[in-house]
Structure formats: structure tokens, C-alpha cells
T-cell receptor
Framework: NAGVTQTPKFQVLKTGQSMTLQCAQD?????MSWYRQDPGMGLRLIHY???????DQGEVPNGYNVSRSTTEDFPLRLLSAAPSQTSVYFC????????????FGPGTRLLVL | SQQGEEDPQALSIQEGENATMNCSYK?????LQWYRQNSGRGLVHLIL?????REKHSGRLRVTLDTSKKSSSLLITASRAADTASYFC??????????FGAGTTVTVRA
């Protein structure tokens, strides 16, 4: 199993540009989520999904969209990038519920100029 | 807002020594999880302890949970250079919200 994969590993955007961060898992996990990690802030939940076709907002959802058309994929879209979205983004999945062990991807480092 | 807060923020120890870090939280939890993050990498799950458990072990790791004090501790015994990493606690509330603390950075000196 590849586990949780994320692409790209690193991206530079200009303010106002849009892009999609890809996340895929091959463990047949129902729950998937996106976090951002900023220095001294820990991880903050952006959006999460409890299964295909179902998504919900986390702690810091503004400026981001998600969709879940399949169990495997959970892309995160930045609609109009802002410097405040410079961060490291992690995707995670868990098997049965939001409460259980989270499996994390390697992260995407995003720089918005 | 962060539910869990780790203490200390940073810890430097000699190889072979024990490292202890603490996590305090504010509201009732379903379980508490500890994760490790090596520099530039994703988080790796270490241990999950449920609210009705008081202590769990995994290799050189020992986690305790005191729900009356709303705190948990992670002990790494006989530390190695490979234990150099950031350690995060994540609390899972009964409404299923998972919240990470800011982490403890551990440096193990050779």
C-alpha cells in the first residue's frame, strides 16, 4: 500500500492564482481530512469528509473548497491564493471514524507571493 | 482554538536519557493520541489512549492519562538520536472534533 499520497510536494503561487492540492489514499478509509501547519500553531483542520459525497468545514475553511467524488481522492482547492495561505498542508485519512488513528500524507509546502 | 497544549515547547537531552513531555486539555475527551513528526515529514501515529485508560505502553514509549487533571504525558525511555522530532498530542472530543497542540520539539544529543 502506498498509504496517503499528496501532490505536489512544493508549489509557488502568485496572489490571486488558484490551484488544487491532490490527496489520495489506497486503504479504503472512509474519513479524510485536510490540515494546515503553521509555525507555533500546530495543525488546524480545514475541511473533512466522512465518506464519498459528504464534506464538512473544519476550523479554518475560508478560502478553500473540497469535494469527495470517490473514496480514494480528496482534493483541496484554493480559489484565489493569498499570502496568508502560505503553509504546509497535510492530508490525513482514518478507517472507521474521525476518532481513530489518523494516517498522514507527506505534505505539500505552499508559498504564496 | 487549540484543545491540547504541550509542555515544554522544546526539550534537549543526552542520548540514553529519558524524555518526558506533557499535554493539557480543556474539555472532556473520548481519546487522546500522540504523534511524531520528523523534520519536513508528515505526522506518524504513536499511541492512542482512551478516556477509560490510565496508561499504555508501546516499546520505549509510555503514555499516561489523568482525566481528573485533564492531562497526559509521553515518556520516551533510553532516547536515541532517531527520536529527535516534534511530538504532538491530539485530543478527540465526544463531538468527534480532533484538535492538535502546538507540539514539543525534542533534540537528542549524541
Amino acid at each position: 500500500n502506498a498509504g496517503v499520497t499528496q501532490t505536489p510536494k512544493f508549489q509557488v503561487l502568485k496572489t490571486g492564482q488558484s490551484m488544487t492540492l491532490q490527496c489520495a489514499q489506497d486503504m479504503n478509509h472512509e474519513y479524510m481530512s485536510w490540515y494546515r501547519q503553521d509555525p507555533g500553531m500546530g495543525l488546524r483542520l480545514i475541511h473533512y469528509s466522512v465518506g464519498a459525497g459528504i464534506t464538512d468545514q473544519g476550523e479554518v475553511p475560508n478560502g478553500y473548497n473540497v469535494s469527495r467524488s470517490t473514496t480514494e481522492d480528496f482534493p483541496l482547492r484554493l480559489l484565489s491564493a493569498a499570502p496568508s495561505q502560505t503553509s504546509v498542508y497535510f492530508c490525513a485519512s482514518s478507517q472507521d471514524s474521525y476518532q481513530e488513528t489518523q494516517y498522514f500524507g507527506p505534505g505539500t509546502r505552499l508559498l504564496v507571493l | 482554538s487549540q484543545q491540547g497544549e504541550e509542555d515544554p515547547q522544546a526539550l534537549s537531552i543526552q542520548e540514553g536519557e529519558n524524555a518526558t513531555m506533557n499535554c493539557s486539555y480543556k474539555t472532556s475527551i473520548n481519546n487522546l493520541q500522540w504523534y511524531r513528526q520528523n523534520s519536513g515529514r508528515g505526522l506518524v501515529h504513536l499511541i492512542l489512549i482512551r478516556s477509560n485508560e490510565r496508561e499504555k505502553h508501546s516499546g520505549r514509549l509510555r503514555v499516561t492519562l489523568d482525566t481528573s487533571k485533564k492531562s497526559s504525558s509521553l515518556l520516551i525511555t533510553a532516547s536515541r538520536a532517531a527520536d529527535t522530532a516534534s511530538y504532538f498530542c491530539a485530543t478527540v472530543r465526544w463531538d468527534y472534533k480532533l484538535s492538535f497542540g502546538a507540539g514539543t520539539t525534542v533534540t537528542v544529543r549524541a
